[in-house]
């Protein structure tokens, strides 16, 4: 019997496991188990200067919908449904050409310049005071990225005086003859943009990243020594990539001026397969983990060195507009149009960033409007895309301590990597009301899972609250005058009395959210 239960694939030696009977998972919710805070801004976002995400998109100067700013009021309220914490600008690769002193002062004086990032032309309109307004319109904490490309340690170093300096300096009398009288306050600042990556403008080799980022924060410290500060990490992982190479030179040069070291990850069902493509969470974690483990190994042996974590500040689903060509990519804009399993990809990648809440500390979609994003416009309007909902209800609910679960499920292995559960599940708590909210991805396509849930700290009491994303096309998209063809059910049951453990069948290719009140 045992040499013929070793002969059984993983699966089925899972369905017939008597600690299973009756239920395929269990989920075991311990308070105490705490993995991490859920820093706020890992529900950021992200706008850079390509294709419609600023014109025609959050800023649209002559437009009906726009208000006196020339922001379009239709997008902000749609942003604010978001729950947007952090913005990240100006790019993205736009920011390694971007002299953001082009963007300052009477815009009819701004120069129109070459966008060789995307083949575009810049009118440069929308600069610095305005992308800063608008953060303070949207409540979120603005984040601007240098030019560690084409850009000069000086520039840098300038920028930060021009948006925090409360004297009386030249760049601060600028600022103050633009609008705004008290300094910024920017406290975000990302020393470049995937400076690995041999498409980016002014691309380096790690060693030579590192001595211009070192003096550029050396310098922009200087100028304001509140501000945080995030290295360019790995954003190239194609097959010739040494980026466990290029962390490790980065975090060693740089890890006593640096907070954060970015990762980016873009993600595609490049093969039509919906349990591959939401496997991708395995490669995220990977990623996540070697990063974290390089951090920790730059941090060693010194009890005062500086903490760093990682800002994933560029995430998403992308692979239908990345096409090759580069001034294809300038036109097309990315305008992708998401469906319904890229939603469920929103809660895969947001239960990783959660499950890694000790480390990752900022995440920011990418992007906001048009470009691949949630929000798409048009002259007269906008529509929500399939990704919204997710993004938005991870956003605006959630507890403020990430906690490492219990899960035991099905698992599958859906190519020669190793096997993972079908269940994909994160979870946030909220000490002070004690609600336990639980994030649970079934991305399983033809099963539905039915799991036994129960808590060691406490028992569920009142009603659940459930809200749920599914729908029986994977593919269902939205249009203009369609968006609400994949939308969320919200609903409340009772779970039977005694406060134990319950059931909950997690349906196939769903994304669910309990909230559950504990006594
Ligand atoms: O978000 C689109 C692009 O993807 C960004 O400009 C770049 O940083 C990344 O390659």
């Given at each position: 019997?045992?040499?013929?239960l070793?002969?059984?694939?993983?699966l089925?030696?899972?369905?017939v496991?008597p600690?299973?009977?009756?239920?395929?998972?269990?989920?075991?919710?311990?308070?105490?188990?705490?993995?991490?805070?859920?820093?706020?801004?890992?529900f950021?976002?992200?706008t850079?200067?390509?294709?419609?995400?600023?014109?025609g998109g959050?800023?649209?100067?002559?437009?009906?919908?726009?208000?006196?700013?020339?922001?379009?009021?239709?997008?902000l309220?749609?942003?604010?449904?978001?729950?947007?914490?952090?913005?990240?600008?100006?790019?993205?690769n736009f920011?390694s050409?971007?002299?953001?002193?082009?963007?300052?002062?009477?815009?009819?004086?701004?120069p129109?310049?070459?966008?060789?990032?995307?083949g575009?032309?810049?009118s440069?309109r929308?600069?610095?005071?305005e992308?800063l307004?608008?953060?303070?319109?949207?409540?979120?904490?603005?984040?601007?990225?240098?030019n560690a490309?084409?850009?000069?340690?000086?520039e840098?170093?300038k920028?930060?005086?021009?948006?925090n300096?409360?004297?009386?300096?030249?760049?601060a009398?600028q600022?103050?003859?633009?609008?705004?009288?008290k300094?910024?306050?920017?406290?975000y600042?990302?020393?470049?943009?995937?400076?690995?990556g041999?498409?980016?403008l002014?691309?380096?080799?790690?060693?030579?990243?590192?001595?211009?980022?070192?003096?550029?924060?050396?310098?922009?410290?200087r100028?304001?020594?509140?501000?945080?500060l995030?290295?360019?990490?790995?954003?190239?992982?194609?097959?010739?990539?040494d980026?466990?190479?290029?962390?490790?030179?980065?975090?060693?040069?740089?890890k006593?001026?640096?907070?954060?070291?970015s990762l980016?990850t873009?993600?595609?069902?490049?093969?039509?397969n919906f349990?591959?493509?939401?496997?991708a969470?395995?490669?995220i974690e990977?990623?996540?983990?070697?990063?974290?483990?390089?951090?920790?190994?730059a941090?060693?042996?010194?009890?005062n060195a500086?903490?760093?974590?990682?800002?994933?500040?560029?995430?998403?689903?992308?692979?239908?507009?990345m096409?090759?060509g580069?001034?294809?990519?300038?036109?097309?804009?990315?305008?992708?149009?998401?469906?319904?399993?890229?939603?469920?990809?929103?809660?895969?990648?947001?239960?990783?960033?959660?499950?890694?809440?000790?480390?990752?500390?900022?995440?920011?979609l990418?992007?906001l409007?048009?470009?691949i994003?949630?929000?798409f416009?048009?002259?007269?309007?906008?529509?929500?895309?399939?990704?919204?909902?997710?993004?938005?209800?991870y956003?605006t609910?959630?507890?403020?301590?990430?906690l490492?679960?219990?899960?035991?499920?099905?698992?599958?292995?859906?190519?020669s990597?190793?096997?993972l559960?079908?269940?994909?599940?994160?979870?946030?708590?909220?000490?002070?009301?004690?609600?336990?909210?639980?994030?649970?991805?079934?991305?399983?396509?033809?099963?539905?899972?039915?799991?036994?849930?129960?808590?060691?700290?406490?028992?569920?009491t009142g009603?659940?609250n459930?809200?749920?994303l599914n729908?029986a096309?994977?593919?269902?998209?939205?249009?203009?005058?369609?968006?609400k063809?994949?939308?969320?059910?919200t609903?409340?049951f009772q779970?039977?009395?005694?406060?134990g453990a319950?059931a909950?069948?997690?349906?196939k290719?769903?994304?669910?959210?309990?909230?559950?009140?504990?006594?």
């Amino acid at each position: 019997m045992k040499r013929f239960l070793r002969l059984l694939p993983p699966l089925l030696l899972f369905q017939v496991s008597p600690a299973f009977l009756g239920a395929q998972a269990v989920i075991k919710i311990d308070t105490d188990r705490v993995i991490g805070e859920v820093d706020p801004h890992l529900f950021g976002n992200f706008t850079e200067h390509l294709g419609r995400c600023i014109y025609g998109g959050i800023f649209e100067e002559a437009s009906p919908l726009a208000d006196e700013n020339g922001f379009r009021k239709d997008v902000l309220e749609a942003v604010h449904g978001l729950g947007v914490t952090v913005l990240r600008w100006p790019g993205g690769n736009f920011a390694s050409g971007y002299n953001w002193m082009d963007g300052i002062g009477p815009r009819d004086q701004r120069p129109a310049r070459r966008d060789d990032a995307w083949g575009a032309l810049e009118s440069n309109r929308f600069g610095t005071d305005e992308f800063l307004k608008y953060c303070q319109r949207v409540g979120a904490e603005p984040y601007l990225c240098i030019n560690a490309g084409l850009g000069s340690v000086d520039e840098a170093r300038k920028w930060v005086e021009y948006c925090n300096e409360p004297g009386d300096t030249y760049l601060a009398r600028q600022r103050r003859k633009n609008g705004r009288d008290k300094p910024w306050g920017v406290k975000y600042w990302g020393l470049g943009n995937e400076v690995d990556g041999p498409w980016q403008l002014g691309h380096k080799n790690a060693a030579d990243y590192a001595t211009f980022a070192l003096e550029a924060a050396k310098a922009m410290r200087r100028a304001d020594d509140s501000i945080q500060l995030i290295a360019s990490g790995s954003s190239n992982f194609g097959p010739d990539s040494d980026w466990v190479g290029w962390n490790r030179t980065v975090l060693d040069r740089l890890k006593s001026e640096i907070d954060y070291i970015s990762l980016h990850t873009y993600i595609g069902n490049r093969d039509n397969n919906f349990e591959q493509f939401l496997a991708a969470s395995r490669d995220i974690e990977d990623r996540i983990a070697v990063v974290k483990g390089q951090i920790e190994a730059a941090r060693v042996g010194n009890p005062n060195a500086r903490p760093i974590h990682i800002a994933f500040d560029e995430w998403n689903v992308w692979y239908r507009t990345m096409v090759s060509g580069e001034f294809a990519i300038g036109r097309t804009g990315l305008e992708e149009k998401y469906n319904f399993e890229d939603a469920l990809a929103m809660g895969m990648f947001l239960n990783s960033f959660i499950r890694h809440a000790d480390v990752v500390k900022m995440a920011n979609l990418a992007q906001l409007v048009n470009v691949i994003a949630p929000i798409f416009t048009n002259k007269q309007g906008l529509f929500l895309q399939t990704i919204y909902f997710p993004l938005a209800e991870y956003g605006t609910e959630r507890g403020f301590e990430s906690l490492d679960v219990l899960v035991r499920a099905p698992e599958y292995r859906p190519d020669s990597g190793r096997a993972l559960s079908y269940l994909d599940v994160s979870s946030t708590y909220d000490p002070k009301t004690r609600r336990v909210f639980l994030n649970v991805l079934n991305r399983g396509e033809k099963q539905d899972i039915a799991a036994q849930i129960s808590s060691v700290s406490g028992a569920v009491t009142g009603s659940v609250n459930v809200w749920e994303l599914n729908h029986a096309d994977l593919k269902a998209t939205h249009s203009f005058g369609n968006d609400k063809v994949v939308r969320p059910v919200t609903r409340t049951f009772q779970p039977a009395a005694g406060g134990g453990a319950f059931a909950y069948t997690f349906p196939k290719h769903s994304l669910t959210v309990l909230t559950l009140q504990l006594n």
